[in-house]
């Protein structure tokens, strides 16, 4: 639970900071074909991603 990769890459602050929150948001609702990431289009809104990818390039804090 420390976002530090498993099945795909990290997902911390400093691994996310090349990408805009658009692309991030657009990768959760899509998926990434070929990789473990499912869409989660069915499960979420678009601003549901939107909050999602904003909290993961804050980081996690202690």
Do not use: C, N, V
């Amino acid at each position: 639970m420390r976002l530090e990769g498993g099945l795909g890459p990290a997902l911390t602050a400093q691994r996310l900071a090349p990408y805009g929150i658009d692309f991030l948001a657009l990768t959760i609702i899509q998926g990434r074909p070929g990789t473990p990431m499912p869409p989660w289009r069915p499960f979420i809104s678009e601003h549901e991603a939107r909050w999602l990818a904003q909290q993961l390039k804050q980081g996690i804090r202690p």
